[in-house]
């Protein structure tokens, strides 16, 4: 999913956060299955710092 707030020029940041609770509980799938499931949010900022873009990332972590 993303979401364009508004458009922009320049360097762009993006930053990507995932809760404690969402670590502990990928850790813990990922002890037992081998494999987990992971949505990350991630901000995408202008050069002010002003958030233009967000989206959500879908990750699945497996084994080799």
Excluded: F, M
């Excluded at 809760?19 to 002890?31: G, K, N």
């Amino acid at each position: 999913t993303i979401a364009y707030q508004r458009s922009s020029l320049g360097n762009l940041t993006a930053r990507a956060r995932v809760a404690h609770e969402e670590r502990e509980q990928l850790q813990a799938t990922w002890s037992s299955q081998k494999k987990a499931r992971l949505t990350v949010p991630v901000e995408i900022a202008d050069s002010s710092g002003q958030v233009v873009t967000t989206l959500s990332v879908e990750c699945l972590v497996l084994s080799r």
